[in-house]
Antibody, heavy 121, light 110 residues
Framework: QVQLVQSGAEVKKPGASVKVSCKASGYTFISYYIHWVRQAPGQGLEWMGIINPSGGSTTYAQKLQDRVTMTRDTSTRTVYMELSSLKSEDTAVYFC??????????????WGQGTLVTVSS | QSVLTQPPSASGTPGQRVTISCSGSSSNIGSYTVNWYQQLPGTAPKLLIYSNNQRPSGVPDRFSGSKSGTSASLAISGLQSEDEADYYCAAWDDSLNGPVFGGGTKLTVL
């Protein structure tokens, strides 16, 4: 069965960086895009970006493109999302979600369990 | 401010039918299919409706979706207490080159 398993909760100070992992199993890793979506406490869903596990190409949300980097390791079937220069507003649960064969989809049937990132001095 | 507009709240009594609207523009709903998610507290979103009106396996037929022009709606019939959750609409957006979500609707079963 398809599974996306994320790394554990993180507590970071303002200005630091955080790297969250998302390990995929149960399907052909390079065939499906992976999206990252975050949710601040009590707020809605915010798309952060997308990575093509096949070639590693990425597209980031304009709001975050100066601070976010998404990478992948095909040998371990793992995708990473690194966010730098953290601010208190980055406190949120970060989700990875499996997209489709093509990049322009918004129907994500499989999600990671979420990783809480807390930014606090 | 979300790109897709949803009412912040909705409510109904058990057995009732409720609808949740989602309004967008030509660059998102007007050009792409709409998907709906259900999110229970502390859990990841669950895909409820895809391609405007399709239900993934396991989703009860009490849930239905529709789309017209730049708007979409989710209908829940035979409301049950377990339907109490947050609901989000989503669609790809050409202008932003990414998916956009509605702000979410909190459904309360009275």
């Amino acid at each position: 069965q398809v599974q996306l398993v994320q790394s554990g909760a993180e507590v970071k100070k303002p200005g630091a960086s955080v790297k969250v992992s998302c390990k995929a199993s149960g399907y052909t890793f390079i065939s499906y895009y992976i999206h990252w979506v975050r949710q601040a406490p009590g707020q809605g869903l915010e798309w952060m970006g997308i990575i093509n596990p096949s070639g590693g190409s990425t597209t980031y949300a304009q709001k975050l493109q100066d601070r976010v980097t998404m990478t992948r390791d095909t040998s371990t079937r793992t995708v990473y999302m690194e966010l730098s220069s953290l601010k208190s507003e980055d406190t949120a649960v970060y989700f990875c979600a499996r997209g489709g064969y093509y990049h322009d989809t918004s129907d994500y049937a499989y999600w990671g369990q979420g990783t809480l990132v807390t930014v606090s001095s | 401010q979300s790109v897709l507009t949803q009412p912040p709240s909705a409510s109904g009594t058990p057995g009732q039918r409720v609808t949740i609207s989602c309004s967008g523009s030509s660059s998102n709903i007007g050009s792409y299919t709409v998907n709906w998610y259900q999110q229970l507290p502390g859990t990841a979103p669950k895909l409820l409706i895809y391609s405007n009106n399709q239900r993934p396996s396991g989703v009860p037929d009490r849930f239905s979706g529709s789309k017209s022009g730049t708007s979409a709606s989710l209908a829940i019939s035979g409301l049950q207490s377990e339907d109490e959750a947050d609901y989000y609409c989503a669609a790809w957006d050409d202008s932003l080159n990414g998916p956009v979500f509605g702000g979410g609707t909190k459904l309360t079963v009275l």
